[in-house]
């Protein structure tokens, strides 16, 4: 029989009340956490509609476009070019001689999906491809949930999917876009990483690093893992680590974990190399196929108008806003403030899985990430923190206060960034 949270919800959680609140408190989990994810997408979906009806001239549709066409441009056009073209054997290249943009800077598993959807339903790749989105999108939430709950207590889990939904950001999860199945997918190997399922996670990470370029941090999230466990099996000895997800059902002495067996950490040694190659894979696709051993890389630079250099557009975006002076300091109190978060006690409450990958994937956008208006998007992955945000108080009033925020500001990000609106300079912010 499915679980119901009416005995295990906290006091200032979703308290079932009378009538309908009380009978949804008994309703199955899935059922629960499908409503609260519909009904945030149906919340975006009538701010993209009211949107539309502003948009005005703009590369992709005519003015005032219908809710599809809306929700289908920007990057949602890439998508369907790789579906429909495939990816080019030779680079394309700029009057200058740089690469042009072109569809390697797309990994192919969400276009992939998107035709064949589209050849078995008949449907054109665009709309198969927001149909593949929103499906995946709505799995992400389920198996967010599931992953919650392996350290939290249902009410909170339930919160933390909530924010997760609801999220500034979060109505890209409803637009051809690929970040829904990464989310998903990288939902579900953090589950098994939590779990200590490793071989399980193999395949799901690699299908991950197919979907969107997550693997670096994943890879890096899996080694530091493994130096953890070895160093709690053969330099702290007999004594248990603390730290890490307590699962349900399961009870340790002084709440610690047990240490890892030679068989576990055999397993996430393998999972450690496949991790890494899977992370590789795309790139070297793209070598393979055209040639060029940064062929990824000047694709993905292409958007940037300059060569890949680690940490410099952060200090290059600092000094553009915040001065000289101002603008070497900031990314340093930045990473120094993130760390602060990590350690506070909600944080802290995610276990050593979950905080070492928010840990990570900051530390693989602080390397690579060229910081602009598309940050907002690319923070998605961090996800977790929307479980320390529900642990960081009880409070009704709180709660109910970040997700009337969270909506609020998706207001801002559709209007500002998702509508099209031509700069002086010609192009616009991409969201």
Known sequence: MSRSFRTHLPGKGFRPGSGLLRRAAMWPWWLQVSLIYIAARIVSACIFMAAALHQGVNPWYPPSPGYWDFISIWDGHWYARAAEEGYPAVLPLNADGSVAENTWAFYALFPALGRGFSVLTGLGILPALTLVAMLAGLGASLVVFLLFREVAEPGAALWGVAFFSTFPVSAVLQVPYAEPLNLLLLAAALLLMVRRRYLAAMPVVVLMCLSRPTGVPFAAMVGLLLAYRCWVTFVRGPAAAPGGAVRPGVTLQSGMKERPGAKELAALAALVVVSGAAALAWPVLAWVRTGDIRAYTRTETAWRGD?????????????????????????????????????????????????????????????????????????????????AAALLSRSRAYRGTVLVMFMLLQIVWIVWLWAWAQLPGGGDYPP
Request: hydrophobic share 60%.
């Open 307 to 387: 060569d890949l250099v680690p940490f410099k557009p952060w200090f290059d975006t600092g000094q553009a806003l915040f001065g000289p002076v101002l603008g070497i300091i900031a990314p340093f109190v930045f990473a120094v403030l993130f760390a602060l978060l990590l350690m506070s006690p909600p944080a802290r409450a995610l276990g050593t899985e979950l905080r070492l990958w928010c840990a990570c994937y900051l530390g693989y956008l602080l390397v690579f990430l060229h910081p602009q208006t598309s940050t907002f998007r690319l923070l998605l992955p961090l996800f977790p923190l929307a479980l």
